[in-house]
């Protein structure tokens, strides 16, 4: 995994601070002009914040670092306790910080955008347990509710288009917590930022679930679409698929994502549609003296009601593009076309080639070498009875989406585990190479405290060979 080092918005921050209660006036911003305690007290308020912050640092770093090294402990039930501990970890560093240091300074040293942001950020690590405070903005939009919380202009900017990441006209109010929550929490964990890319693309992610899946012992079939299904009569429950070759596939269970089924099967589905393009530079939009980043930056729409524009520029330094070239991807949610909908974004960023080449002088901005407009569907969100005729024992997962990560495959993943294997642990963490123990090892298997892990087999070489035959798979 290659971690990004850059985001960006369309905003700035405005207002000054200075030391409250220095000789002089105070400056613009500032909330204290002169010290409310007197010098002990301060002394005695930054012993304790200083002890609280300490203490809630290196205690809830602890349970952290022993979740992490000790397998044993990474059961259901202590990720709860583990998921408390981040959160105090969190209001410890960012909640505490800030009035620790004006304690040190005898008053409020930050101005007031710094006095509304501490009380926002701090509120908002633990926003699940007060729904009061946004229960009655849950049918608005996020950039309404943060209107309600004093925020100037420019934060309430910063914060929808740089930390949330989301559209100023569709992202509501839990769903805006939640990613301001989800960055705040992801700071630090890999890198200066919560980014992480895979190095040589995004295809690297499901290959690594293919291995994974063929480890566990299961089937995963590669550009198969579904022509039929099989259905047993008497239980309705789907025991094979035919494919477009012909071939016949014997399973328990089926996930397939959306784009394999059947036009039969998918007549009724009403799709959404995402606009995206795909661009060569023979620059970064975001000027920097490092070779190695990723630069993530929020566009917002330039007029009411449209989406916002996600820019993610990628190095050569991820392997997805030539030695001093850039590779932007650029997606939003579709209202028009493709090139409608993204080409005056890029007009503004990027350079065309023929302009380029007659002016070259007056290059500024980063030249496109080369362009590729196109919608995609998009199939999250889409219900199960909006497919027709589909067994109860086949799942359909959704294709990419326009969101930033892949939390909504992962839980979709999630959820279809569950369905299929109630109880068990959902992704459990790999076990250490001395505690595997293959089949037909006796001595160990008694072995107290070691977990075995037997690799599947097809229980017959007769089952395997009709796996391999194409002229067994018709047969029912």
Known sequence: MYSGNRSGGQGFWEGGGGAAGAEGPAPAGTLSPAPLFSPGTYERLALLLGSIGLLGVGNNLLVLVLYYKFPRLRAPTHLLLVNISLSDLLVSVFGVTFTFVSCLRNGWVWDTVGCVWDGFSSSLFDYEHHPDEYEAFKQCSFSEYLKTKKLTPNLQHFVLHSIAMTSESSCTTIDGLKATKNFLQCLGRFGNTPFLFPLYGQGEIPQCFCRMCAVFGGIYCLRHKVQCFVVDKESGRCKAIIDHFGQRINAKYFIVEDSYLSEDTCSNVQYKQISR???????????????????????????????????????????????????????????????????????????????????????????????????????????RSSYNGLPSNVYVCSGPDGGLGNEHAVKQAETFFWEIFPGEEFCPPPPNPEDIIFDGDDKQSDTPGTNNIIMAKPESSKESKNLESPENHLQN
């Open 277 to 383: 393009a795909v661009l060569i530079t023979d620059q970064s939009v975001l000027k920097t003296d490092s070779d190695q980043q990723i630069s993530i930056l929020i566009v917002p729409p330039a007029e009411p009601g449209a989406c916002a524009v996600r820019v993610t520029e990628l190095c050569s330094s991820t392997m997805t593009c030539m030695k001093d070239t850039y590779l932007v991807h650029l997606t939003c949610s579709s209202s028009k076309t493709a090139r409608e909908d993204l080409e005056s974004v890029v007009k503004k960023l990027f350079t065309p080639y023929a302009e380029a080449e007659t002016d070259k002088e007056e290059l500024t901005k980063p030249r496109v070498l080369w362009a590729l407009y196109f919608n995609m569907r998009d199939s999250s969100g889409i219900s």
